[in-house]
């Protein structure tokens, strides 16, 4: 169902207070300064046009993970500082959630001024979606706006809560990303190819039976095919394996791939390394042929030759997770392989995951990517078929 979005409100925003949940969970440098702004620039369309109409916005995010408590470093003081260069404008930052100096500082508001809250995970009620907490943050505005894609498949008191005592609408983030998700879900243009890989094993596997209804081909990479691997009874030397739980999914899912039209793709060969280390000894080796001790840390030359020539020839990409240790240049070939791939393939390419994303943006290929998507675990939930709370939450157009 369609999701009312800040063009829809019958109010006025203009002098409206409304209360914003954007994703400012970025990765911060040593000294405390933001590495990468990505998310705090997709969430300026939503802001800037609130400003525009003259709202008064007051913004929540959460940073890392505090743990209910606060945490000098994870506080928003360079967010504040950074959202301010981008829309050159003062940002004013509180250092609380909620409480008096919070509630002033909200109703000094004037027209197109921003506010940003303290991080929201400070407050040990935010993880609990306490209603109470939903209540104080109510009062301080009159319209609430989720656009924190990325934090959409939990319900805390900021992404679900506050919309039982506000009317609740979408951002135009929000929106972009549930209009692109949906879509390769709701319509998918064949052929669907489906490429996963990366290290969160136990994450993942539950989309790949959705996957096996959903698409034509699943190509599969990263720490996630040694668990096939290991379901087909080959021996994976000391390759991760995350989670032996998953191989008894990964047996299912071979099991039912096997009955349906969709294509598990498997790598038929590997790079390997005798250590987790970028001056290890390496060599590609055949799936059946990884040698005792060694461990695959890339898919290999073959492999990634089919994955690219696949997704040239599909309609419609999703790819989450990749192929090998990107981090380490030895090992990323495979990786770069698909990456290069989407951007060149004419198909609806989306690519969703922290580490699938920096990828991308590494090798200054996001722009050429249908659309790149800012939640992880919120993207697999939703083609999972989940229904993710904070999405719930919003008005139906
Ligand atoms: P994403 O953030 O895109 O969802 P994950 O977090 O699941 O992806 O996985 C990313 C991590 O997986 C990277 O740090 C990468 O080094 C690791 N990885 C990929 N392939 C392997 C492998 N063969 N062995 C160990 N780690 C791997
Ligand atoms: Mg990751």
């Not at 800037?48 to 209910?68: D, V």
């Not at 993942?204 to 668990?227: N, P, S, T, Y």
């Not at 590494?362 to 229904?387: D, F, K, N, P, W």
Request: glycine share 10%; charged share 25%; proline share 4%.
């Amino acid at each position: 169902m369609a999701k009312k979005t800040i063009r829809d409100v019958d109010v006025d925003v203009a002098g409206c207070r409304v209360l914003v949940r954007v994703d400012f969970n970025v990765p911060l440098t040593d000294a405390g300064e933001v590495a990468d702004d990505t998310r705090i620039r997709g969430a300026l369309p939503t802001i800037e046009y609130l400003r525009e109409h003259g709202a008064r916005l007051i913004l929540t995010s959460h940073l890392g993970r505090p743990r209910g408590e606060p945490k000098e470093e994870l506080r928003l003081n360079s967010v504040a500082a950074r959202l301010s260069q981008l829309i050159d404008a003062p940002v004013r930052k509180v250092d609380r959630l909620t409480g008096p100096e919070v509630s002033e500082a909200a109703d000094s508001l004037q027209a197109g001024e921003v506010l940003l809250l303290e991080n929201c995970r400070f407050d040990p009620r935010e993880t609990k979606n306490d209603p109470e907490l939903a209540r104080e943050l109510c009062r301080l505005a009159d319209l609430y706006v989720n656009d924190a894609f990325g934090a959409a498949h939990r319900a805390h008191a900021t992404t679900a809560g506050v919309a039982s005592c506000l009317p609740a609408v979408s951002g135009f983030l929000m929106q972009s990303e549930l209009d692109a998700l949906q879509g390769l879900v709701d319509s998918p243009q064949h052929p669907f190819v489906a490429v996963l890989g990366g290290a969160k094993v136990t994450d993942k596997i539950g989309v790949i039976e959705r996957f096996l209804d959903l698409a034509d081909q699943i190509l599969i990479g990263g720490a996630m095919c040694f668990i096939f691997f290991k379901a087909q009874g080959l021996d994976v030397g000391a390759s991760r394996v995350e989670d032996e739980a998953g191989i008894e999914t990964a047996r299912r899912a071979l099991e039912k791939a096997s009955n349906s039209d969709c294509e598990l793709v498997l790598p038929r060969d590997l790079v390997v390394a005798d250590r987790f280390a970028e001056d290890a000894e390496a060599r590609v080796v055949g799936v059946g042929d990884i040698p005792q001790g060694w461990m695959g840390l890339d898919i290999g030359p073959e492999t990634a030759d089919e994955y690219e020539r696949r997704i040239l020839d599909a309609a419609q990409v999703f790819w989450n997770g990749p192929m090998g240790v990107f981090e380490m240049d030895r090992f990323a070939e495979g990786t770069r392989g698909i990456a290069r791939a989407m951007a060149e393939s004419r198909a609806l390419t989306v690519v969703g995951g922290g580490d699938s994303v920096a990828a991308v943006q590494q090798l200054g290929l996001a722009e050429r990517m249908g659309h790149v998507s800012t939640g992880g675990g919120a993207s697999l939930e939703l083609i999972e078929g989940a229904e993710l709370p904070g999405v719930a939450a919003l008005e139906d157009r």
